[in-house]
Each structure stands twice: as C-alpha cells, then as structure tokens.
C-alpha cells in the first residue's frame, strides 16, 4: 500500500497548457546548463577530504534546521532528533531512530519547499521510488546509507555528478583557508572557492569580538590598536581570500545600516568596541564597516553582498541548550533607502563596486529594492532568500521587482545552502520557476519567445557569473 | 428584466479546467463536513430564547458592519440605515425603507466578499432566484420578512440545518454567562459554547476599567485590591467560562506586545493602573496580562488567542454618534518578533500552551508569522481575519504562509461573524478557496492528489478541533 | 534577421482561454472609450504652441525618467545620454547617438511596463513594424524623426487621434498659467486644463520658499506677512487655477501627516516657518496645510489628490550635477492611519470633500487604504502610481483593495505622465488589466458578466469623471 514517489517533468509549470508548453520549451533550453552556486554554506573539508557521508540522519536532518525546525514546531524534542547540545549532553545517537521520527512526520512537510528538495533528493540523488512514510521509513533508511558507503556518493563524486560548475563556500577571516588549500593541492579539477564573511571582527556584539580581532591581526601581522591597522588586517586577508579563489565578501548585519564617519571619528568609534560598546556603537561600528568594506571593493573588486535584518537566535532555551543556527532565526522589517544613503553617497554611481542585496522583508521588493536598484549603478538585487527560496517566493520575487529593476539588475540564483545533496534541486526548482513567470509573460503577450530564451538562459547562468565575476 | 441570481456550483475555483476538475473533486470530499467554529460574536440570547428574527434589515443590515460602512462610504448616512445612537435618538426605524437604500447600492458590494456571503444567504437561506436590484427590493423584503416568520427560520432550527457542530461565542468577565445556562438547562443538543474574553478587565483603556475590575472580583469573591486577588479573580472566571464550555480565551489588544515583570513591578504596575494611568503603562499592563494569561493557559489548557492591531473608532463623528463597532476599525502594522518575545521566553518551547495569532497586516504572514509558528511549539496562525476573511485574503495567507509554516500550523477556518446566516457562506469561501489553492498544488505537481485530500480535510475539520482542543 | 514588432490584441489578457474571451469582450465594451486623463505632467506649452516635437531622443528619452534611469541602473552614463546638467556643461546633443545607446540596451527593458509603452508608441504611433535592436536603430531614429516633421504628430493632433476628451496638467501657484490662456485663446477646442499644486509655497523644505511665498502673496495682492493674508493668497490663487479649468488640488509631500492647529498655534508656526524652520516645524506646516486645503476644497469644491513618500533625489551626485527627477527618486513606507486622523477629524465625513490617496508602499493596499476609503465619505483610492502603473502594479492594487473597499471606492486611472506619446498606451494597459480582473471573476463566478460590463465602464470612463467632477 505504499504510494509511488514520482518527479512530474512538469512540476512547478503553470497549470495552463499553452503557458506550461512555453514553460516547458524554456525549460529544456537551461536544465542542463551547469550549476554556477556563488554563495552558500557548504563544508569545504567535505571536498578536501572526499570522505563517505556518515548516514542519512547526520546527512539530511541532524544539521538542516530547514527540517528539524519544522518538526520541533510541532512539538517533537530537538533531542529526539539528535541535534547535539552546546554543553555535550548526549542527545538521541541513533540515525535510524532519528530517521523514524522523521518519516512519522514527513507530512509536516506538505506545501513547503523542503518536501520538493527532499524529494528530488530521494528520487534523483537515491533512486527511491516510493514514498516517505512511516512504512517506508526502514527501506529509506537502508537505501540511503547503503548509498551513501559507495564511491558515486563522495563529495567530489556528487559534485561532478550534479554539474557543478563552481560553489563558493563562506569563512571567516580567522579561517586558516586549510581545506581550500588542500583541495587545490589534491589536483582534483572541481572549482571550490571561499567567500569573505567578516562578521567576527566586524560586529562588536559577535561574543569574543575584541578577541577574535586581535587574532585578525596577528595572523595578518598588523597592529589592531589602531583602526589603520584594523583596516590593513582586513586588506591582508581580502587578498588572503582572493588567492583561495573568492570575489565576492558577504556581510550579515542585523539593520542595512551604513554610515560615513570621518577618519577621527571612525579612529575613535573602533576604540570604544574593541572596549565596551553601547549598543548604538556596535551598530555605528558595523555601519561604518559596510562602506569601509565597499571602500575595499572598489579597490580589490570583491562582491559585496548584504544579508541583513534578522533577529538570530529568538529562542531563548533553543540557544541556551543547542546553540545557533536551531531553526529560531525570525525576519525583522528590512528598511533600505535611509540606510543605504551614507554608502551610496559614496559609491553608488562607481561602476567599480557591485552590492547585491538581499531581504526577508518582501515588501521592500517593490517599494524600495527595485527602485534603488533600477537607478544606482552599483546595486544588484540577490535572489529569493531563505525563508523565500520557494516557488511562491520567487514567484513574488518577480512580479514586484521585475518591473521596475527589470531582469539585469538581478544575479541570478543563489542556493545559499549547507545541505550539498540539494543543490540541484535548488537550481532546478529556481529554473523552472523562472521559465514559468517568463512564459507567463510570453502567453500575455509582454515578451516575444525569442526573448524568453535569452532571458532563461541569463537567469539560470550568464547573469550570475558577470554579477560575481566569475 | 430582473436578472437570475445564481450560485454556480464552481465558484471560486480556479479557471484552468483541469485545476478546477481538481479542486471540485477535493471540496467534493469536505463540504459536507460539519462546520466548526471555534470563534464568533454571535448572541448566545438567540439560541437560549430561539425567537424569531424580527425583521430583513434588522437582521442583515443595521448590526452588519461590513454592509453599512461600505454604504456609508458612498455617502449613505447611518441614521437612514436605522444604526442605533449612543444618545438614543431615533434613526430610521421603517426596515422596508433601509431595505429598498440597500437594494439601490447593491452594485457597491461587487467583487467583496459581503457580496458572496449575502448572495449565499439570499438564495440558499431563502430560496430567492432573482438577484437584489432596485426592482426586485419589494420582492426580497417579502420573501426574507415572511421566512423569518416561520419555525424553520428560528436560530436553532438553522442552526441545525447549517450542520454546526459547534459554535463558540464571546464574552467578557463580567458577563454572568446566563443564556449559556439556559441553553444548557433548556434540554436542545446544540453545542454553542462561550470564549473568555477578559479585554475589559485586562485594558486600562476601556471606559470604566477600574470599576469592571472591582464588580470582576466581587462576583469572583476576591479582594482584587491586590494583583495576587485580581490574578485570582481571572482564575476564578477562567474556571466558570470553562464550566460553560469555553475551551479558549480571545484578547484583542491594540499590539502584539508581551511582558514578563517580577511579582514585584507587576504588583505596582498594577496598582497604577487602577489609578490613573499613563498611556505606557497601559500597555505594559495589557503586555503582562498576555504573559499571565498564558501562565493560566498552561494550567488551565485554554487555548489562546492574540487579535492585535485595530485603530479602534477611527472615526470621531462616528464614534460620538453611534458608538462602537461601526466599521471606523482600521488596521495598524503589525509587530510580533520583538513583541513576543517576553512571552515566548517563558512559555514558547511549552506543548501545553497554544497561542494562536493573528493579523490584519498581511506583510507578516511570510515575514514574522510564518517563521515563528514554523519554530516554536506554543504558535499557531489562525486564519485571514476581518477584512482577509475574503477569496483573495484567503490566497495570499496560504500564498504566504504554507511554505514556511506549513499546513499542520494552521487551525482552519474562523468565521469570527455575528451575521449567523452567513457562516456556513464564510465557510464555503474558506473550503471552497483551500481546495482551488490545493489542486493547484497538484497540479502544478507539488503534492500529490491523496495528500491534498487529507490537507482538504484537515483544513475544513480537523486542524481546528485539535488546535481549539474540542 | 530583424524581428517583427506585433501588439498582439489579446496582449496583457489571462491565459486560460475562457477568462481571455470574456476579458476580450469587457474590453470591446471599453478600448474605444475617450481618456480622460485627470492627474499629468504634460507640458501645456506644446498644445497652446502647437509646435513640432524636435527629434526621436529629445522627444522619447532625455525626459523621461523611466528610460533613462534604467540605462543608468546599467552603467550607461547620464552624460552619454543627453540628459542637460544644471550648471549648463554639455552632454551628448547629437539625437542619434543617444538613440544608438538607447537601441544598443532595449533588452533591458524587458519585463517592463515602459517596454510595453515604447512599443505602443513605435507601432501604433510611428506604424514601425520590426523590433527596436541595435540593427534597427537608423531606421527606427530616421522614420520617428521623419513622422515628428509632419502635420500629424504635432501636439493637437496627436491629442485629437488618441481620441482624448480631458487633460490636467499640474503648475504651481507661481505659474501664470500664460500657456491655458493661450490654449483657449486659440479656438482649439481640445480640453486642457490646469491643476493645483501648491507644495512650493506650501513645503518649507523647497529651495526659496519665503521668496516664493512673498511672490505668491504679490500676484495675489495679499500681505502674507500674517497667515491670515497667506490663506487668502491661497484663495486667490485656487480661483485663479479653477478659472483656468482646474477641478482639482495635488499635494507631494514627504509623508501623509495632517495636522489641525488652533489658528494661534498656526499663525505662530507659519512665522517660524518663513523664518528658520527646524525640520519638525516644516513637517508640521505641511501638515496643517493639508487640513487647511481640505477646508477650502469644502468651500470651493476642488478635489484633493496626496501623492505622498518619496525619498526625493537619494543620488546627490545625480542630483549635484543633473538636478531633480533624474530617476533617483526611491519610495519611502506609507502610513496613513495616525497620519490623516486629524484632517479626517474634521473632513472625513463631508460629501464635499473628495480627497484620493495615492501610495508607493502597496502593503497600505489592504492594510490601511482599503479599509479607510471603504468608511470614510471623503476619501477615494488613486491608482497605482509610478513605478506600480504597470500590469502586476495593477492586479496587485485590485487583489488587495477591491475586497474591502469595492470598485466604487477608486477613481479610474491616472496616467500621470509627461510621456505624452504614451498616454494612450498607458490607459490601454489599465484597461486591459481591469478587463482581466474581471473576467477572472466572471469566470470564478464571483460576478455576473453584466455586471463585469458595468464595472468595465466604470473604471474606464464613468469614475474618473465622477471623482474629479469633471
């Protein structure tokens, strides 16, 4: 009595037949085109090392708060799922038992884009044809971590297997870069590069900040007891990061703050974080660093991407028991045009610099992203983030941005991922999304076809390698 | 030339045939399902007495706001409407002559949903099959006045016609709950259960707070002069709404904001706000009584639920005329992240609360609601309220919340009405618009169809027994 | 190996082939229908001079804004595109290079509304049949520049072919309105008439506002030393304008705030604000003035339009060297709840007011604007404006307000464009947009197609000139 898993070749089309044909016809012109992923959370010790995946738990739910914040939503213990604790207590260790729950409540899932990744992940990646359920549950199980004790489900294996071109990885300036060293040592021909995230020594309320800085320096051999040193730290490492293959920083700040101190000010500003910052300071402090780091880009001509205005870790006893990162991260109102003044004053209209944005406010799709990036050469709109890497937010995403920024303001598609064996399913969904709205725009006469294809082909692949100069 | 009033048997699905041959066949399988409704206003007083309906306009339009605010807002006065005064001067009291003004702006309700509900009424509830127009009024008035007449249009008789279930009213503290009694006492099997509503005695804004609180714990027999015998008090009636079925409470505050003092601050903020508060300890008090109540809830197991946000009485001229409730509510935005959290500290990881949210701003469906109820176990969304409780409302909440939070943390459908004849239209729209948004669903090959019946159902039936705990 | 250019007839129509019959039928009832175009910035120069227009680029991209803001957005420079600097330095003049740019980038704009315009105007305008592209740019720029010489497209004619009936134009108090003298003086009998905009004596954040208000008091003859003489200067003036033909008053300021000031309070603040406001005091002038307007369009029937939240020139380079309207103007959130009580204290419920509220920020659609016009006697909802007058502008605007506030609510559409070329394209888009509303509800059997006529009608024709009592 189980049911069939099938992957529809229509899935994700619009439901009328001349639209879907058009969609269709779209689709088939950008499905095999490479993956371009110019932005995640992927392990990079996992290419370095080419070791087997553990099992399907530790694999697809231990470490996906996409999947066990679902769950626990609906009242299953974290503990239960095996998500490891911030103290070392133990928590459940079996994979199989783990995997039960989750087959006991994979219609959780229903109507959310989990379910699409997770089964294009069974079927695709694991050639499963039946679906999760309770009764299945031990079969999954068995499937998957025979599979994943096979050569053809290495990371190397998979990642020339899913056609990926390139994926970026995301560190730290206190990141010894050691992985990326290694693959790039190992001769193997996969292009895995990191990205510059310098949150740690930019954000005051990061614990350790004063901590982690010093050490930002040390490993650059500059002195952090000045801001010029602090700046020249971050030169250093920049380039330290261009030679591991990136172009692109990445900042996570809770506002779109910037600002545009004067040096004494700015001098003055570093010395109260690095002592005990109010908490106005801290954000001034990051504010400055936003277009101190746009400062740098224009130089050294790194990507910036902003990723802000979320409240981390809103759950109290989730933090205190399990950390960051649990599922407990919630969107804060996303306010840009005040907030981006001081840096674009500076470097909006300098063709040198492109700052892509990202927002889990949609709002401001069309009430300020688009008309900000619609008219400042600088500007770039990222994709669909997060919370709204889904059929209907990307949907949305382009009925309110598309019209005023038009399609070459956006960057294409970002995965943004840490769970690697969902990366094309990302993509795929993404793509098809993306022919479905142009073939939209095809049957209503606002595009000629010919157009359509040039424009799918831009969003799969070509606008996202010239945004992240690739 | 009277024109048909029809109620195709396909409206509100989709368009595209095959999606709809879909959705027809899902609400094939839940509309006959009994309807549930776990949260109104209608006058318990109407199934204690089961009198008849005096007349049409008394009945569907002077208590109906959505009917004469949209009438009022194209220049019909409410005094020839027959709305009530605060100063009991008269208004128009012939109900054929408020009928014949309806009849002659009847074009103003197209494309509203009052439209959908009252064409409903007109013709499932009455029988008519001609459509309200200037000509036809006479026609109407006769058939609706002759029907209320008879046995078959007493509140009990539709009641059971109308296949409720259950039906849950709303009272204040202060009310003693008698017509609940007598319809326990008169013997009819009907469920109609009440809800605790303690706004005016939780708000110190409410006209006359003090002295509801005194008469509040008089009837409680607590010396409500200190915060521990007005906690007791509100313990004390928790416990009688209880005894008369309630299995929920309702707070209408004008925001979402939670506070968690000491016994201490909240024992002298309460002893402010007896006396003559300021507007910010107002809302510090409506904010810790969330938190208290929410500490009740977990003893108790009632259900709670948050209805934020309203500009209340908008309108001053109104207000002074014809008093509250006279469609002069304007939503504010809403703001649940920082709100909460106070709450949520305490009791957001706790299963035995549930907390069910609201909004009349649809921009923190996808941004704050969708991810907190998509995390912590305590939430869970109602659904599109007031003016959301509309065919488009209704497609932008599932639109916007399904992928993040999924169907399983929602509650289905409230009518929130006091128009007893149209709640079983109000649940038609809310089957009827779930089951185009999941054939849609299908057929676009995001669930499966066996899935989408079990959603269908859920969603019509049994989501809300068990979120509401009936 | 050009591309033909067709304007498909059933372009912007739903796919789903029912809904495309029925919204081809509702729009043979209304594309033949005269525009009447209520709120605009054409120049009246052109109709009392009647002059030919002077070249393809001059004409068609260095004033408009939409256009070259994109190119901008893109990394063309202004400078390249003709587009004149304040202090005079020259830019590019020669008309077909900037033509050849403008070509080069045409992809850019696909996806967009302005996309939609320019090709109306190629093909139904010019009659050119192939694609603007960079092969296409010669014959293009020589068969337009061609056509402009010609009789036919001088200004009077064009506005007797797009079958127009009405035009507003929009000058300030300071404008002498030579121009609608001279239209009348001419014998021509097309209707073009002029309308009040008073922010520049009205904003103290207007570069020479004193200045401007000492000269708006002088051709009044009014002492504007006192309030009292600057009112009345301002009833001289909305006389003067309402002689010229003007029916209505616009107001852009920074925010929608109104206040209603004791006339002691007002007089003293008007001193402070022909002094040395601070910015608190600007805001409130502009507040008070709002409420001021509102009495007089009490006495003098004059409708009001707020056109309100914009972040007017946020490039200041562009603004340094280009000036204002150079496409750096960015949408600011809306508020209108808090914001518009004062003068809805007042106003809000006399019938001789009509105030309509435009909004950039669509979440006040369904949240506040909806809501308030769907109550308030005095107040209409404007159409989408700016960079929301485009097809998903419009279906997102219906979506979210017809539920709660009806069609009869809103006034029509606006073109507010100074593209004059494109006026006809613009309203052929509204058109169709709405006939696409409403077929899909016709087809959903949410209205009944009579009915859909109606509306059609309506919203095409009937309401516009009901609402600015034309």
């Known amino acids: 009595m189980t049911q069939p898993l099938r992957l529809h070749p229509d899935r994700l089309f619009p439901a009328d037949i001349r639209t879907r044909d058009i969609a269709r016809a779209l689709h088939a012109g950008v499905k095999d085109l490479p993956i371009v992923s110019p932005h995640g959370h992927t392990d990079p010790a996992w290419f370095a090392r080419d070791e087997a995946f553990s099992d399907p738990a530790s694999l697809l739910i231990v470490p996906d708060h996409y999947v066990f914040r679902m769950l626990y939503s609906q009242g299953v213990p974290l503990d239960a799922l095996g998500v490891p604790t911030v103290d070392g207590s133990p928590t459940e260790s079996d994979p199989r038992k783990i995997w039960r729950i989750f087959a006991d409540n994979y219609h959780l899932f229903r109507g959310t884009p989990s379910r699409m990744w997770l089964d294009w992940v069974f079927a695709e990646a694991f050639g499963i044809d039946v679906r999760l359920e309770p009764a299945t549950a031990d079969l999954y199980f068995d499937t998957i971590d025979a599979a994943l004790k096979t050569p053809a ?5 998979l990642f020339d297997r899913f056609g990926i071109e390139l994926i970026a990885t995301t560190e730290s300036p206190l990141d010894p870069l050691e992985h990326h060293a290694a693959i790039r040592a190992s001769g193997w021909q996969g292009r895995v590069v990191t990205a510059y995230r310098p949150d740690p020594v930019v954000d005051p309320d990061t614990p350790g900040f004063a901590a982690n800085v010093r050490r930002f320096g040390e490993t650059a051999n500059e002195d952090v007891g000045s801001y010029a040193g602090y700046l020249a730290a971050h ?16 900042h996570g700040h809770p506002s779109s703050a910037t600002a545009d101190l004067t040096p004494a000010e700015a001098e003055s500003l570093y010395a109260r974080v690095m002592a005990d910052p109010t908490a106005a300071e801290a954000e001034l402090f990051r504010a400055q660093m936003l277009t101190e780091m746009a400062a740098m880009s224009v130089e050294d001509g790194m990507v910036m991407q902003l990723h802000p205005a979320v409240s981390r870790s809103h759950n109290a006893q989730v933090l205190a028991r399990f950390g960051r990162d649990k599922g407990g991260d919630i969107p804060l109102p996303g306010e840009f045009v005040r907030a981006l003044k001081p840096l674009l004053d500076r470097f909006g209209n300098d063709p040198r610099l492109t700052l892509i944005l990202f927002t889990l406010d949609e709002d401001t799709y069309s009430r300020e992203l688009a008309p900000l990036a619609g008219h400042y050469p600088a500007l770039r709109l990222g994709p669909p983030w997060w919370f709204h890497d889904s059929p209907e937010g990307m949907r949305r995403f382009r009925e309110r941005a598309t019209e005023t920024a038009g399609f070459y303001n956006t960057v294409g598609f970002n995965d943004d991922t840490r769970a690697f064996l969902s990366i094309p399913a990302r993509h795929d969904v993404a793509r098809r999304m993306d022919c479905g709205f142009l073939a939209q725009l095809v049957v209503e006469h606002r595009l000629e076809e010919d157009e359509a294809h040039e424009v799918a082909r831009a969003l799969a692949y070509d ?4 945004a992240y100069r690739l």
């Open 153 to 157: 489900f290495r990371p190397r294996a």
């Open 235 to 250: 030169r250093f490492h920049r380039a330290r990061f261009r030679a591991a293959g990136a172009t692109s920083t990445d």
């Open 463 to 466: 606008l996202v390698k010239q």
